[in-house]
Structures are given as C-alpha cells and as structure tokens.
Nanobody
C-alpha cells in the first residue's frame, strides 16, 4: 500500500505556469506507472499524463506540448510541470498509481484554477 499526497495547486492567470508534486509514503520504484488525472466540475475524471520507470511518457492530446511529467524515484516524488495554462485546465488534479489490475491508489487531489 502507498499513500500519495499532492501539492502545488493554486490560482493562476491564463498563460501562467504551475508545478504539481506528488509525494509517496514509500518507494515508487516498485510502481512501474505513475500518473496524473484531473476532474473538472460536472465532468468525468480524465487521464492527463503517465510515466514509467524507464521514463516513457504518455499525454492527453489536450496537454501535449504544454505539460511535462517527471519522476524522482530516489525522492519518491512525481511532478507535473504545467505551462501555458488555459481556463479549461481548471480541475482537481489527482496523482495515481496501481499494483496489478485491482489495486489503485489515489491522492486527495489538489485544486488548479486558471482565470481568463
């Protein structure tokens, strides 16, 4: 089991930047895939980005070229650097990992609000 704690959210103007952090309670080396999801009001939770232990990344089309996911296995932390933020990026951002198919771990979320 692992606890995930997100931080770094806040209010930013359109075009601004934020860096989200996800601190894990134990080593994340054993979790091959770490990811960020987001959920806007009235919408379903959606994948933002994932990263594997080998550094392979995957991004939602809506954030490609603007967001960068990275991981620091030694520091048990995953990051999401967000540039050129848009009002439609406003959401609660969640850190996620899983073990096998059935064990999913989520953080409590951090609010990102982008004003126009």
């Amino acid at each position: 089991q692992v606890q995930l704690v997100e931080s770094g959210g806040g209010l930013v103007q359109a075009g601004g930047s934020l860096r989200l952090s996800c601190a894990a309670s134990k080593s994340i080396f054993s979790f091959n895939v770490m990811g960020w999801y987001r959920q806007a009001p009235g919408k379903q939770r959606e994948l933002v980005a994932t990263i594997t232990n080998s550094g392979s990344t995957n991004y939602a089309d809506s954030v490609k070229g603007r967001f960068t996911i990275s991981r620091d296995n030694a520091g048990n932390t995953v990051y999401l650097q967000m540039y050129s933020l848009k009002p439609e990026d406003t959401a609660v951002y969640y850190c996620h990992t899983q073990r096998g198919l059935n064990y999913h771990y989520w953080g409590q979320g951090t609010q990102v609000t982008v004003s126009s």
